[in-house]
């Protein structure tokens, strides 16, 4: 009653958004987005022009208006739309479990009588004859764990936050995941049924964040809900689908395969189990695969209510039996030729896991940084501090540092000791050089063991001026090495020769510390300097030296200058990496 948004107008008019929105660009009523709010009237005239022109418009939006077909399609042939693949986020007990078991209930159609059994780690919802694939795990740790082995499961982050709660220290954690992920996200405002619920203050928190809400003109998503009672969550699910659509979630069946495994155990009778989501191509039975160290022929494929099923295409959850180990969540999963090609690829692998262990006994903060820097030029920080004036205290003085060439990013600052969860989301960052530094707070062992086999550094200090210092080192260390030039000696040009093919040579005598090969060289005439450049070659009578001491005569030849002359004082220097 009253308003509509343009996505909805769409919908009853029977054509996609795009081609709604294209058609009244052109029809002279610019500047619609899809979730723009219009009136009644607004509708109505909306409503006219749409039927008064369907058909008739010459234009690329016309024919899509008249065959209701999104407009760039006909550009590029791109693949199919397929599922989006959803996980849901947010603070512990906001409801994330309670609305994955009621889209379960409510949108899974059930096989049998009895319906679903087991679990396979996610489940795929029907909505107006689309399908919605949901992770059945929730929360962030899960979410980037798949990231952090390399593999972007989800298109679609649901984010919950209960009404009558708002905004909590893991609701910032799960943004920050959320964002450090890329994925376009939703935010579901829950338990909007209880009486003590406050949505609007949600949004305002949120908004806060820079997490504005759509209707307040921003651009993020919040739909209130009560996962309890249903209210809500078919928005919710539509606009899911909508989401994917605006994004083009889609997926070619024809294509290379793109499988991510999300869940996996030893069954005490099927053997090792494992469930992975297609995004790209076609998983068969009978398929060779490759997943980790693990491998096999598939067995059995299984969809999310247990049936047995010969293919699964792109945006399907299958679970996969038959192969030789139990892979981990996050990682891909390949088809190869032939049971050879894929006991040779897993040896392939053991080997160099092998290498590594053998290799890498525990790197220092030091050799981490060193490592890195080569690739890249970005420090990425997870920064937690004991209480929230301590980390407020801390962003303010990591404000203050500077390093020319490389850029500070805080992936997440949080409240707490350092977790799991923490060296997931440093370990998932694929842009910048990872960095987790604590103020005031311990490491949880795990966490720990996990930084140590993933290689991320982290540091804790007492004190934040420590800290900043060392935020400051890493980041000078990213942005190469700084030099300075040290004065390392003098020498006196005695006499000079000019040998044909190789031009003049100065005879000196070192006055003063020692000349060095490859050493910058200062000529000065008359303490006047005419020239500066650098050692070509260095003789001890016949023989090439690499320096030559104070008290001793050598042979001196200036790259690229031919006129050094007797008198001439050569000041040598070298540059020096300064430490950082
Ligand atoms: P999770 O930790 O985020 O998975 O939260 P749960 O789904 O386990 O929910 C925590 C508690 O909140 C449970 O007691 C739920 O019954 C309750 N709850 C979840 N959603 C709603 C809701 O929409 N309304 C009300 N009143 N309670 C809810």
């Known amino acids: 009653m009253g308003k509509k948004r343009i996505y909805e107008l769409a919908r009853e ?46 234009s690329e939006a016309g024919v899509a208006v008249a065959e209701a077909k999104p407009v760039e399609k006909k550009a590029a042939p791109a693949a ?27 949108r899974v159609a059930a096989e049998e009588p009895g319906g679903i059994t087991q679990s396979i780690g996610a ?34 982050a649901i984010l919950v936050v209960a009404a009558d709660d708002g905004v909590m220290a893991q609701t910032l954690e799960a943004l920050d995941h959320i964002k450090a992920a890329g994925v376009p996200m939703i935010v579901a405002i829950n338990k909007i049924d209880k009486p003590e619920a406050n949505p609007e203050r949600v949004k305002q928190e949120l908004a806060n964040l820079g997490y504005i809400p759509e209707e307040w003109g921003g651009d993020t998503i ?57 995004k790209n191509g076609t998983l068969r039975e009978r398929d060779v695969v490759v997943v980790g160290t693990a491998w096999g022929r598939i067995r059995a494929l299984l969809d999310h209510q247990g049936k047995r099923i010969p293919a699964a295409g792109p945006g399907t959850p299958v679970q996969i039996l038959g192969l030789s180990g139990v892979p981990q969540a ?56 004991q209480t929230v004036g301590a980390l407020e205290a801390v962003k303010l003085e990591l404000g203050t540092i500077q390093a020319e060439g490389v850029e500070l990013e805080v992936l997440h600052a949080g409240v707490g000791q ?49 800290l900043t210092l060392d935020v400051e080192r890493a980041l000078k260390r990213l942005a190469g090495p700084e030099y300075r030039e040290v004065k390392v000696g003098e020498a006196l040009v005695l006499k000079t020769f000019d040998l044909r093919g190789v031009g003049r040579v100065a005879g000196c005598s070192v006055r003063a510390g020692k000349v060095v090969r490859g050493g910058k060289v200062r000529v000065l005439r ?25 008290g001793y005569e050598c042979g001196i030849r200036i790259r690229d200058f031919d006129d050094v002359r007797e008198g001439d004082v ?11």
Not at 128 to 140: E, V, Y
Not at 570 to 580: A, I, K, Q, T
């Open 222 to 278: 919040m739909v209130p809900i009560s996962a309890l009672t249903g209210q809500g969550v078919d928005e919710l699910l539509e606009m899911i689908l909508l989401v994917a659509e605006l994004h083009g979630v889609s997926g070619d069946p024809q294509g290379p395969l793109e499988a991510v495994i999300i869940e996996s155990h030893l069954d005490p009778t099927k053997g090792p189990v494992a469930t992975a989501i297609v």
């Open 13 to 58: 008019l029977g054509m996609p958004t795009r081609d709604l929105i294209a058609a009244l660009e052109r029809l002279g009523m610019p500047g619609m987005t899809t979730f723009h709010m219009v009136s009644d009237e607004e509708a109505e005239v909306i409503r006219g022009l749409i039927a008064e022109h369907k058909g008739t418009l010459p």
């Open 526 to 550: 008359q303490g006047r300097e005419v020239f500066v450049g650098e050692i070509f070659s260095l003789k001890r009578f016949a023989e090439d030296v690499k320096e030559v001491p104070q």
């Open 418 to 466: 350092i977790s799991e969860s923490d060296v997931l989301l440093a370990a998932a960052e694929t842009q910048g050089q990872p960095l987790i530094v604590g103020f005031g707070v311990k490491v949880d062992p795990k966490a720990q063991r996990l930084a140590e086999q993933k290689g991320i550094p982290i540091r804790t200090y007492e004190i934040i001026y420590d």
């Open 123 to 156: 489940y795929q919802a029907q909505v107006d004859g689309k399908l919605i694939t949901f992770i059945d795990t929730p929360g962030h740790r899960a979410f980037t764990a798949m990231r952090a082995r390399g593999a972007q499961v989800t298109d679609i």
């Open 330 to 385: 996050g990682e891909r999963v390949e088809v190869v030729a032939s049971p050879k090609e894929a006991e040779e690829l897993v040896e392939k692998r053991l080997e160099a896991e092998r290498a590594q262990r053998m290799a890498r006994p525990k790197l220092s903060f030091e050799e981490l940084l060193r490592a890195a820097q080569e690739q890249t030029k970005k420090l990425s920080l997870v920064v937690k501090a």
């Open 80 to 106: 199919p739309p397929r599922p989006p693949v959803v996980a849901v986020l947010g603070h512990i007990d906001h409801g994330k479990t309670t609305l994955l078991d009621r889209i379960r209930k409510t």
């Open 570 to 580: 050569l000041e040598v220097y070298v540059l020096e990496e300064v430490p950082v």
